[in-house]
């Protein structure tokens, strides 16, 4: 075998069953072996920034890693537009990008790039593999960097001499790291404040993934009775039918939304990165709330706003570990924490079409949670004339089931329709629509209530 079936061979074994990518000089021997791989389908674009985003929206689609490809120089910097998106967005992306070979590399050779300096700031991980005793190794190791902690994109550059020569089939057993779990003292600390505070809120962010809803999340907002925010283009991290749901932030939310975070005693921030538009630029949270903060990633725990309570851990693992002791102890939400019809009272459909732009008029009450009056409008995008998705704002209808909206937090353009058919290339699922203004709806159809076709918001989307 020649190191380029070896490297797809790797990549068989690691479950990868869609490769996307443009044709080019030095790729045309990966193309040739994924062809003749079984199982193993190549997809060509007409661009390379398109393959990145393909390859980004199959790996949201399936829970697995999206792997794109392209020719050395131009093709590998088309690239760099997806993969920076993947990396804010924590997606498994593999980039496999062709390079000049070895024995005519550092004379400024046609179309040659330093590719893992290039790539080294948007990506978990760069290499340039030159050994072909080495391929096999470093691709799965790649594939695990990609899926483990917080997810992300990985480049991995093979020269075309290294794609051409004999290669060794030294393969490793296929492996996925177990999450950290939360300790048993942190999970403690955590249920005693959240049990005694009389404002708390949770604030869903992008760490709790997984399909469908987090059990563990759901039942520990249940269970204690707490209200529950996403973040920015997190809006499905929660069911959006429950009374505990506040909505989203960012851009356009409603101040029924805010007002719930600003007003907190306490924010259990669970994969939460606190990013800019989330808190409106740091201000949302007001000094003396007690935070909980739960992150896979340990240089996330205290970057922004430092936690009483730091839990390095599995997010849905974590606040099941939180939800069971709560049942263990018996602990309920204190008196007076909520009164009657939910915290929110948050519209249940999208805009009405007679809307007018700007932020809604949901008002928190400070005597009781319960008490909050029902939103009249929704998120809206500042001129736009009427209450529409923009291209920053969380405004779209409140989303019944597990489905996914797939934005781009990093405001690059071009994602929605290479999404939808990276999100298609899936084994199997349902429909999928692409909605204007850069947002896309997956993981089926909407149906009546929340924003579908026919409805007040599914001129947004088709």
């Known amino acids: 075998m020649n190191g380029a079936e070896v490297a797809i061979e790797a990549l068989r074994r690691e479950g990868v069953r869609h490769i996307v990518g443009l044709p080019g000089t030095t790729i045309m021997h990966l193309i040739d072996a994924a062809g003749r791989s ?3 389908r190549y997809l060509s674009v007409r661009h390379e920034q398109v393959a990145a985003f393909m390859a980004d929206g199959y790996a949201r ?4 890693i999206g792997v794109c490809t392209a020719s050395r120089g131009p093709g590998a910097a088309n690239l760099a537009t997806g993969v920076h998106n993947a990396h804010a967005e924590s997606i498994p992306v593999l980039a496999l990008i062709g390079q000049v070979p070895d024995e005519i590399y550092y004379r400024e050779a046609f179309e040659e790039m330093d590719l893992v300096r290039f790539f080294g700031p948007i990506t978990k991980w760069s290499v340039e593999i030159h050994q072909p005793s080495r391929i096999a190794e470093l691709m799965q190791r790649a594939v695990r960097t990609a899926l483990s902690g917080r997810p992300g994109p990985v480049m991995v550059s093979l020269p075309l001499d290294v794609q051409t020569a004999e290669a060794a089939a030294r393969y490793q057993a296929t492996a996925r790291p177990i999450p950290p779990a939360a300790p048993a003292a942190a999970v403690e600390a955590a249920l005693a404040r959240l049990a005694s505070a009389q404002r708390p809120v949770i604030i869903a962010g992008g760490g709790v993934r997984g399909p469908g809803y987090s059990a563990g999340l759901l039942k520990l907002a249940e269970r204690l009775a707490i209200p529950v925010v996403t973040t920015w283009l997190r809006k499905n991290a929660f069911p959006n039918d429950s009374p505990l749901f506040c909505g989203s932030l960012g851009y356009g939310a409603l101040a029924v939304t805010e007002d719930v975070v600003r007003e907190a005693d306490l924010v259990l921030a669970a994969g ?24 896979i990633d340990p240089d996330g725990l205290g970057r922004t706003y430092v936690p009483d309570v730091g839990i390095c851990a599995d997010v849905s693992q974590a606040a099941q570990a939180l939800a069971d002791a709560a049942e263990e102890a018996g602990a309920g939400p204190p008196p007076g924490r909520l009164g009657g019809g939910g915290p929110c009272g948050l519209p249940a459909a999208g805009p009405p079409a007679e809307a007018s732009a700007g932020r809604g008029t949901g008002v928190v009450s400070r005597t009781g949670r319960g008490a909050a009056h029902r939103a009249r409008g929704h998120q ?11 291209p920053v704002d969380p405004a779209l209808p409140r989303l019944r089931g597990a489905r996914q909206l797939l934005r781009l937090r990093r405001g690059e353009h071009g994602l929605g329709l290479p999404g939808r058919h990276g999100h298609a290339a899936r084994p199997a699922g349902r429909a999928v629509h692409h909605c204007q203004r850069g947002w896309q709806l997956l993981d089926g159809r909407p149906g009546p209530g929340d924003g579908g076709p026919g409805e007040a918001a599914g001129r947004h989307c088709h």
């Open 38 to 40: 079984p199982g193993v």
């Open 61 to 64: 689609a399936a829970g697995s």
């Open 272 to 295: 939460c990165r606190f990013s800019e538009f989330t808190t409106g630029r740091w201000t949302l949270l007001s000094p003396g709330t007690a935070l909980i903060q739960i992150d």
């Open 380 to 390: 809206g995008h500042a001129g736009a004339g009427r209450a529409e998705p923009g």
